[in-house]
């Protein structure tokens, strides 16, 4: 079975300020990893994933194999950075079925 | 294009009624997934076709929850007898072909309140 923790439920940084939010994932197969961000009256949207190793919006994440650890950061945080952060799992080689974190509310403050 | 859209977006139920859910993917998107968030957990999948069949139904939570995806179109999810346990976020998303190697893109969301 997968899982995927994400310990903040609640994170407010003041804008220009760095930002990680942590996700640490449980898996014994080869994970695939997905942070998606749903902003105040939008839909859910893909941000990053691993695979992909590009930076979105400023945003990076790595996937640490060693941690079981895909940690989603920003060195310098903006006001329109504020949305529920979700971080997800899908295995590599079976199924397609996403599981979730319980997300965290990222708050950036003026 | 249009993205995923799902019907209505907010329903109020008593417990013991039936409610009907309705996703319309991406035109062409073979995948549709269904999701849904209860109140303070994380989401959870609950069944995945590819067209016209269940690939993946083992997030269904009860046999109270019925899906079709009749013509490998649109989605219904049917609740009956809705339970109070049942109240929360149904989210439905889509992805191209292949065997979920592509992103899945979501819909608003349905939210479910059963009093």
């Known amino acids: 079975a997968q899982r995927v923790t994400q310990p903040e439920k609640l994170l407010s940084v003041f804008k220009g300020a760095p930002v990680e939010l942590k996700c640490n994932y449980s898996?014994?197969?080869?994970?695939?990893l997905f942070w998606y961000v749903q902003y105040s009256r939008q839909r859910l949207q893909l941000l990053l994933r691993?695979?992909s190793r590009e930076s979105i919006k400023g945003f990076t994440a790595d996937l640490n194999k060693g941690e079981t650890s895909f940690h989603l950061k920003k060195p310098f945080a903006q006001e329109e950075d504020s949305a529920m952060y979700y971080c997800?799992?899908?295995?590599?080689?079976?199924?397609?079925?996403?599981?979730f974190g319980e997300g965290t509310q990222l708050t950036v403050n003026p | 294009e249009a993205g995923v859209t799902q019907f209505p977006s907010h329903s109020v139920i008593e417990k013991g009624q039936t409610v009907t859910l309705r996703c319309d993917p991406i035109s062409g998107h073979d995948n549709l997934y269904w999701y849904r968030r209860v109140m303070g957990k994380e989401i959870k999948f609950l069944l995945h076709?590819?067209?016209?069949?269940?690939?993946?139904e083992s997030g269904m939570p009860n046999n109270r929850f019925l899906a079709e995806r009749t013509g490998g179109t649109y989605s219904t999810l049917k609740v009956q007898p809705a339970e109070l346990e049942d109240s929360g976020v149904y989210f439905c998303?889509?992805?191209?072909?292949?065997?979920?190697?592509?992103?899945?893109?979501f819909g608003p969301g349905t939210r479910l309140t059963v009093l």
């Open positions: 691993h695979i």
């Open positions: 076709f590819v067209k016209e069949s269940k690939q993946d």
């Open positions: 898996y014994s197969g080869s994970p695939e």
């Open positions: 998303a889509s992805s191209p072909h292949g065997w979920g190697t592509d992103t899945q893109y």
């Open positions: 997800a799992l899908k295995p590599i080689t079976s199924g397609s079925r996403l599981t």
